[in-house]
């Protein structure tokens, strides 16, 4: 059976372009890790606030590679009813920041009707216990021009575990239907292993399901005007 789970948030995060921090929160970004990352227009030298709008423009998915590559992705599509932000950022001009994200659990989609319903259940998100999964972003520090180390906590079954990645951030002057004053791109993907968030149910780690798996993100948001 194939399983799928992903987040979002906050996230915030870059699997197209490998996940460099595997050794940890503190291990030095790589030279040709952030040189990788880099490309597009920096965001403004300045101190911001960043709202990341719930919306269809906004990309969170997850990729686990089993016997068969497995893809959830979170469904922004459905804007009524919905929290009025995926999360907010604090960005400084001296390079530094925080930010949180969250997407509800039953917000993951798997492509099939019977898996997603399968996929909120006890042996796998557990979505009536643990309704959300976050990103919190505790540490924010630019790199390069358009290169950020991320370090921060990703929560899921109410585990949480700390992540470290770099993402791409840049400066889209506008962007239809999101911003006429500027937006904020961010782009990255970091690993989460299934079995340390509680997920230790007998189909992890097998052919049908990666135990670890990447979540992706493309992330859109609107700085507050200067």
Same mark, same amino acid.
């Given at each position: 059976m194939r399983q799928l789970i992903c987040i979002s948030l906050m996230t915030l995060a870059l699997a197209l372009c490998g996940c460099d921090e595997k050794a940890g929160a503190d291990a030095p970004a790589k030279p040709d890790a952030v040189k990788a990352m880099a490309g597009g227009d920096p965001i403004p030298a300045r101190d911001m606030q960043i709202f990341f709008p719930w919306m269809g423009k906004q990309n969170v998915m997850c990729v686990g590679d089993a016997f068969e590559r497995q893809v959830a992705f979170a469904d922004f599509s459905d804007v009524e009813g919905n929290p009025d932000a995926i999360g907010q950022a604090t960005l400084k001009a001296d390079g530094t920041g925080t930010a949180k994200f969250t997407v509800p659990a039953k917000k993951l989609r798997s492509g099939d009707d019977s898996r997603n319903e399968k996929l909120m259940g006890g042996a796998w998100l557990d979505a009536e216990t643990h309704p959300n999964l976050t990103f919190e972003a505790t540490k924010l520090e630019k790199k390069a021009?358009?290169?950020? +180390?991320?370090?921060?906590?990703?929560? @899921?079954?109410?585990?949480? #575990?700390?992540?470290?990645?770099?993402? =791409?951030?840049?400066?889209?002057? #506008? @962007? +239809?239907?999101?911003?006429?004053?500027?937006?904020?791109?961010?782009?990255?993907?970091?690993?989460? =292993?299934? +079995?340390?968030?509680? @997920?230790? =149910?007998?189909?992890?780690?097998? &052919?049908?399901?990666?135990?670890?798996?990447?979540?992706?993100?493309?992330?859109?948001?609107? &700085? =507050?005007?200067?």
């Open positions: 021009p358009t290169v950020w +180390k991320i370090t921060g906590t990703w929560t @899921m079954r109410g585990i949480g #575990k700390e992540v470290s990645f770099l993402a =791409n951030v840049r400066w889209l002057p #506008k @962007m +239809k239907y999101v911003s006429d004053h500027g937006v904020v791109r961010i782009k990255g993907a970091f690993d989460i =292993n299934l +079995k340390q968030h509680g @997920m230790d =149910n007998g189909s992890v780690g097998t &052919p049908a399901v990666a135990e670890v798996w990447t979540v992706e993100v493309v992330l859109l948001g609107v &700085p =507050n005007k200067e």
